[in-house]
């Protein structure tokens, strides 16, 4: 709620961030849907010619690299199809157990001592990622793309801004770098994921020292500790905020999903989100240079 003062300015930018975060706050206390992360994931590890899963430690070792698909192949499978193996890539190695055949006449104490004798093995392996030519069939069909103006010029406008990278299967900002790290926007279930995405990893930028210098980035945190679940609720309220400045408003539910996760470690006090809420002002002024509007002016109530 506002004093009668501020009920009596005229509308602002200010009224958009209230409105904002009343909604937040609503569909908190409602009950929120499951988060879920809007770009797809690299998938099960695979052989791209065979299709089989790998099994065992082989699906986790393959699983922990970070490629847009997680389709492998060998370097002789490479060249059947036509294609090669990129100079200087390394291959993973993906290990089998070896157990010498039973031969013809063997009786079963012979059988049982080969049984005893087999011993691990191991191949190399390439992800398509690092091979060359590979035939289009073989290759998952990215989705089409398109640029949504509003967004664009959130970001083009915003002054002082972090480098922006397209590569692996995470997003994040890497605070030394001053780098916003994220996956392709074909990956993305949808544009407006994409930039929803990017903005939540815009708003972690602005605590950097060279810009608002907030303790939950200038600071190192623990994952899942106060600071880190706040300004993670900080990254993302602000996310809502310029969801609704750009007319992308198709993500609020995995938004407010996601701050969901995070209450829940701070013990849902609702009273962190309107601290956070300040916060996201004074971060989203930032990315709109805003330098107009005072912090002073945060949200109330």
């Given at each position: 709620?506002?004093?009668?003062?501020?009920?009596?300015?005229?509308?602002?930018?200010?009224?958009?961030?209230?409105?904002?975060?009343?909604k937040?706050?609503?569909?908190?206390?409602s009950?929120?849907?499951?988060?879920?992360?809007p770009?797809a994931e690299?998938?099960v590890?695979?052989n791209?010619?065979s299709?089989?899963?790998?099994?065992?430690i082989n699906?986790?070792?393959?699983?922990?690299?970070?490629?847009?698909?997680?389709?492998?192949?060998?370097?002789?499978?490479?060249?059947?199809?036509?294609?090669?193996?990129s100079?200087?890539?390394?291959?993973h190695?993906v290990?089998?157990?070896?157990?010498?055949?039973?031969?013809e006449?063997?009786?079963?104490?012979?059988?049982?001592?080969?049984?005893?004798?087999?011993?691990?093995r191991y191949?190399?392996v390439?992800?398509?990622g690092?091979?060359?030519?590979?035939p289009?069939?073989?290759?998952?069909?990215?989705?089409?793309?398109?640029?949504?103006p509003?967004c664009e010029?959130?970001?083009?406008g915003?002054?002082?801004?972090?480098?922006?990278?397209?590569?692996?299967?995470k997003a994040?900002?890497?605070i030394d770098?001053d780098?916003?790290?994220?996956?392709?926007?074909?990956?993305?279930?949808?544009d407006?994921?994409y930039?929803?995405?990017?903005?939540h990893?815009l708003?972690?930028?602005?605590?950097?020292?060279?810009?608002?210098?907030?303790?939950?980035?200038?600071?190192m945190?623990?994952?899942?500790?106060?600071?880190?679940?706040?300004?993670?609720?900080?990254?993302?309220?602000?996310?809502?905020?310029l969801?609704?400045?750009?007319?992308i408003?198709?993500e609020?539910d995995?938004?407010?999903?996601?701050?969901?996760?995070?209450?829940?470690?701070?013990?849902?006090?609702?009273?962190?989100?309107?601290?956070?809420?300040?916060?996201a002002?004074?971060?989203?002024?930032?990315?709109?240079?805003?330098?107009?509007?005072?912090?002073?002016?945060?949200t109330?109530t």
């Open positions: 709620m506002t004093d009668n003062k501020t009920a009596d300015k005229p509308r602002t930018q200010i009224d958009v961030y209230e409105l904002v975060t009343q937040i706050i609503k569909a908190l206390e009950g929120a849907v499951p988060w879920q992360k770009w690299a998938g590890p695979r791209l010619i299709k089989k899963p790998y099994r065992g699906l986790l070792l393959l699983g922990m690299e970070e490629y847009e698909h997680n389709l492998f192949l060998t370097f002789e499978q490479a060249n059947g199809i036509g294609g090669k193996v100079k200087g890539a390394k291959g190695v290990v089998y157990w070896h157990a010498p055949k039973e031969q006449g063997q009786d079963q104490a012979d059988t049982e001592t080969e049984k005893k004798r087999g011993f691990l191949y190399k390439f992800n398509i690092q091979c060359e030519n590979i289009e069939r073989f290759i998952p069909t990215p989705r089409d793309t398109n640029d949504i509003s010029s959130v970001i083009e915003m002054t002082n801004k972090p480098k922006i990278q397209h590569k692996g299967t994040y900002y890497q770098k780098c916003i790290i994220m996956p392709k926007k074909a990956s993305f279930a949808s407006a994921a930039y929803s995405t990017l903005f990893e708003i972690h930028s602005t605590g950097s020292d060279k810009r608002l210098a907030r303790e939950g980035i200038t600071e945190s623990e994952f899942g500790d106060a600071k880190y679940s706040k300004e993670e609720l900080v990254a993302e309220i602000g996310t809502c905020y969801q609704s400045h750009t007319g408003v198709t609020f995995n938004s407010v999903a996601y701050m969901q996760g995070w209450l829940g470690v701070l013990k849902n006090d609702k009273r962190l989100v309107l601290a956070a809420a300040r916060e002002q004074k971060a989203v002024d930032f990315v709109l240079n805003l330098s107009e509007v005072s912090n002073d002016t945060a109330e």
